[in-house]
């Protein structure tokens, strides 16, 4: 069984920076695209950005250039640096994982519980 474990969340000041982790553990699979999603109050959950397994990436047009998605396949890792963060970035993330078991290769999809990230003065 695979299961996603977040951190770096936490309260930054509008032109902050934060970097978010998430690590995938367990065994018997394969780790296909990850991505980072966001659920802003009273709003519904949205693509923050995506990597692909060759660190192919595709961002929010809200990310405006401010955030970086990379992976550690090695490790089964993922990370999303946060710069210029706005009160408007205030949100839930959560990291959202695709892959495959080992036989019989069944395809699943894993979230993690999510980290809250405040933007405030």
């Known amino acids: 069984q695979v299961q996603l474990v977040e951190s770096g969340g936490g309260t930054v000041q509008p032109g902050g920076s934060l970097r978010l982790a998430c690590a995938a553990s367990?065994?018997?699979?394969?780790?296909?695209?990850m991505a980072w999603f966001r659920r802003i109050p009273g709003q519904q959950r949205e693509l923050v950005a995506r990597?692909?397994?060759?660190?192919?990436?595709n961002y929010a047009d809200f990310v405006a250039g401010r955030f970086t998605i990379s992976r550690d396949n090695a490790k089964n890792e993922m990370y999303l640096q946060m710069n210029s963060l706005k009160p408007e970035d205030t949100a839930v993330y959560s990291c959202?994982?695709?892959?495959?078991?080992?036989?019989?290769?069944?395809?699943?999809?894993?979230w993690g519980q999510g980290t809250l990230v405040t933007v405030s003065s």
């Open positions: 959202n994982v695709l892959g495959v078991t080992d036989f019989p290769y069944t395809v699943f999809e894993v």
């Open positions: 367990g065994s018997g699979f394969s780790i296909g695209a």
């Open positions: 990597i692909t397994t060759d660190s192919s990436t």
